[in-house]
């Protein structure tokens, strides 16, 4: 065991996630294998809280297939959300406390929600704006304006208008056809104007990932990274900096790594087993922290991305929010909520509302410790100033260094003196939370018992949020 102790109090109540990120100079951009994340990942686990709007054309147009699943190209003049909002959508987005959102500016019928070429079914074919509006570049600048990171998500997986499902052209059967290369082409030149357009982007995400040439499929990480050096892609198997955690229902395993395995032959995480998805591997060297992404509209025999009416009773309430929050960031994730638009173009605003109470339950929990450290060691302890109640217990690593804490314990001490133990762990990374039964104490011990190297501690934190 290590022996180095430092004990650090700090002489300020901080919000949740405040702490600056230690020795963040020194992270490399890019991906490596050496089980730290780049300044781009690091960015984007300390977001935590991301929403992700879905609308596509079948929606505008009245089909309401589920999950937009539909095979079908309607006439592009159907396309008339004649309320559209995006600067609602971003407000939507900060009441539930988010830092970043993201816009499918293309899903699965392959209609293009931004000013393109390409082929004659997007904006400029649609009644909306008369041919010349851009959702995209609204989005994008709503996000900015209310102080959230911007991202994007097209779909190369599947394309209705041009017949691409699973992947492949004609419905999945054309791979290594002329018509699979010219889609190619198609989908690389996607990329270039959506990640060439619009300013730094937090993250590209491909739907259930993207193909590579030698998998028969485009060409597009060259295109990313030279436009958008510092934005995360997800995924394929060259390159995959996040990964879904397994699931659409809001949790991450536990314990939680943000590493996997590197076996010198991608990284695709849609093949990996559910369980390592969920868990990580804590002996991995590709750092690829866990996306927890649920539907908003995901409860009470509902789960949709996309609006449907009558389906307003399936969204999440607060409480079950706060209960993904646990499972989620509380396990060293991402929370990324799906919510839905309306035909119209707006976010429903029950919908609203449940972001909104949300982000206030949120901010009730987290907004003001009882104390909080940062330091270096296997032992830190927290003076309280006084006895106070705490039953919430918040721990961070500096992940700038890697994961190192691999098991730990955290005592309060009591009003007779002693020690009692309040919860127990293995992983912690970017962040941990831990509800504790209420406990009256005046001094709060953090002792990791097993480390990879010296444990580097950037927030220790208690509350009392119940």
């Known amino acids: 065991m290590m022996t ?55 929606v505008v147009a009245g089909d309401l297939a589920p999950n937009n699943a539909v095979q079908k190209v309607f006439d592009p003049r159907l396309y008339d959300p004649s309320r559209l909002d995006t600067d609602q959508w971003a407000a939507a987005a900060r009441g539930a406390g988010a830092r970043y959102a993201i816009f499918t500016a293309t899903h699965f019928n392959g ?29 994008v600048a709503s996000c900015r304006a209310a102080g959230l990171r911007p991202g994007l998500y097209l779909s190369t997986h599947r ?28 989908a690389e030149k996607m990329t270039e104007e959506l990640c060439s357009r619009y300013g730094e982007l937090l993250e590209i995400w491909f739907d259930a990932g993207v193909k590579t040439p030698d998998e028969g499929g485009p060409d597009v990480l060259p295109i990313f990274e030279k436009y958008q050096p510092n934005s995360l892609f997800y995924s394929s198997s060259a390159r995959a900096d996040i990964r879904w955690i397994g699931n659409e229902k809001g949790y991450a395993g536990y314990p939680c790594w943000a590493t996997m395995p590197d076996h010198g032959v991608g990284v695709s995480h849609n093949r990996w087993p559910v369980e390592l998805l969920e868990h990580g591997d804590p ?24 609006w449907r009416p009558g389906q307003d009773h399936g969204a999440y309430t607060g409480d079950e929010l706060i209960d993904l929050y646990y499972t989620s960031v509380g396990r060293n994730c991402n929370l990324v909520i ?17 972001l909104e109470d949300f982000g206030r339950r949120v901010r009730r929990l987290f907004g003001r410790p009882v104390g909080e450290i940062r330091g270096e060691g296997n032992e830190l302890d927290l003076n309280l100033g006084g006895v106070k109640k705490v039953d919430h217990v918040v721990i961070m690593e500096d992940i700038v260094r890697g994961e190192r804490i691999r098991r730990y314990r955290v005592d309060g001490m009591t ?52």
């Open 4 to 58: 180095r102790r430092l004990f650090l109090q700090s002489g300020g109540a901080l919000a949740a996630g405040s702490w600056p990120v230690l020795g963040l100079g020194a992270v490399s951009g890019k991906v490596g294998t050496s089980g730290r994340p780049s300044r781009a990942q690091v960015e984007w686990q300390d977001c935590e809280i991301g929403v992700i709007f879905h609308l596509d054309m079948p």
């Open 415 to 466: 009003t007779d003196g002693e020690w009692r133990e309040l919860c127990t762990g293995a992983s912690v990374g970017h962040k941990r939370i831990q509800r504790v039964e209420p406990a009256v104490v005046s001094r709060v011990r953090l002792s990791v018992s097993c480390a990879t190297a010296m444990p580097i501690i950037r927030r220790l934190a208690v509350y009392s949020g119940a």
């Open 338 to 354: 799906g919510a839905v638009v309306k035909p119209d173009g707006t976010i429903p605003e029950s919908d609203i509302r449940r």
């Open 283 to 306: 002996d991995g060297t590709y750092w690829s922290p866990g996306m927890v992404d649920v539907p908003l509209r995901g409860a009470r025999g509902v789960h949709n991305w996309f």
């Open 159 to 186: 394309n209705v208008y041009q017949t691409v499902w699973g992947h492949y052209v004609d419905w999945g059967k054309g791979k290594g056809t002329a018509k699979q290369r010219a889609f190619n082409r198609i």
């Open 111 to 139: 209609f293009l929600q931004w000013q393109s070429d390409l082929y004659p079914y997007g904006l400029k074919q649609a009644a909306w704006r008369d041919g010349k509006g851009d959702i995209v570049g609204d989005f």
